[in-house]
């Protein structure tokens, strides 16, 4: 365990920049509880080539890259996935080159991160039109609770692996974003929204006025909570882990398709994906590790049913 010095700092400051559980949004009393390494996002049980410029193309520096449109671009849920990923290699090889390369790509996050108010967001720096809209553009630099949630995994893993300071620092700034309010002008990827005259914490994958509510990016964004309070033990992270496991239990109903079907991508945009309705399915089992109520597991159940022929093999 290691202390959450900065994650609680910041959740200390002024009331008006920061959600308040119970206040602001429902919790319902959910702990972060222990689960198998393999249940978290990212788990391999191979190491990849460090020379796998096909699989895995990097800059000179050894940064993953991500081939947009017709050209390279930096994409922070890649590189932070990347990251994630050579540390099982160097978990499973104990060669050093793994660990230096996946620090190199958590430095390189953090020397490109935006800073506000002491949390720091790590920008997408190109234009992506949502559901193939071009009407509807994320535009640069825009921000993602999902790339946030699993930069902050990455931050807890190599701190937990080296005990160098500066990825308890890094987490925990990572950590801020999870506290601080909607403000458009500002970076934000958390938002409070009503819902049956209660409020409910969300971890906005593509924020923007209205926002999508993707069940994934939520859910991915939470467990980067998860690990970072199982890590710090932080009383304050426990709140937000319990906000955005309660926002599921009880907002998740609105993704299944009305007499069946496959699950709904997000709440603005109803789009329906197959390989998505697998993965909601998963991640309801993971949740019930997580917080030890069974609910989320019978859910899963429900969203099978919802759509067999999709299901199988889920």
Not at 18 to 38: A, F, N, T
Not at 92 to 109: C, G, S, W
Not at 191 to 214: C, D, I, S
Request: proline residues 6%; charged residues 20%.
């Amino acid at each position: 365990m290691w202390a959450a010095s900065a994650g609680v700092a910041a959740s200390r400051s002024s009331e008006i920049d920061s959600y308040r559980p119970k206040l602001d949004y429902r919790v319902d009393g959910y702990r972060p509880k222990p689960v198998r390494p393999e249940l978290l996002p990212g788990y391999q049980n191979y190491a990849i080539s460090l020379n796998d410029p096909k699989g895995h193309p990097v800059n000179a520096q050894g940064v993953a890259l991500f081939r947009y449109k017709g050209r390279w671009v930096y994409h922070p849920l890649v590189i932070a996935r990347y990251g994630i990923s050579l540390l099982h290699g160097y978990r499973i090889t104990q060669d050093p080159a793994y660990l230096e390369r996946a620090e190199v790509n958590a430095q390189f996050l953090l020397r490109s991160g935006v800073v506000r108010d002491g949390a720091k967001y790590f920008p997408y720096r190109f234009v992506y039109p949502l559901f193939g809209n071009h009407s509807d553009l994320m535009r640069p630099p825009w921000y993602s609770a999902l790339a946030q949630g699993s930069v902050l995994a990455l931050f807890v893993r190599l701190q937990t692996t080296t005990g160098d300071q500066r990825w308890r620092a890094a987490a925990n700034a990572a950590f801020a974003t999870f506290l601080k309010r909607r403000v458009l002008k500002r970076p934000w990827t958390v938002f409070v929204q009503r819902w049956k005259h209660r409020p409910y914490l969300w971890f906005e994958e593509y924020p923007k006025k209205p926002p999508t509510q993707a069940l994934n990016g939520h859910i991915y964004a939470l467990f980067g909570v998860y690990e970072y309070a199982r890590a710090t033990r932080s009383s304050t992270a426990m709140n937000v882990f319990d906000g955005g496991a309660t926002t599921v239990r009880h907002e998740v109903e609105r993704f299944r398709a009305r007499g069946g079907g496959i699950s709904y991508y997000s709440l603005r945009v109803r789009a329906q994906y197959a390989s998505y309705h697998c993965i909601h399915i998963g991640m309801l089992k993971v949740l019930a590790q997580m917080t030890r109520d069974s609910w989320f597991s019978r859910e899963a159940g429900r969203f099978a049913a919802d759509a067999p022929r999709a299901s199988t093999g889920c």
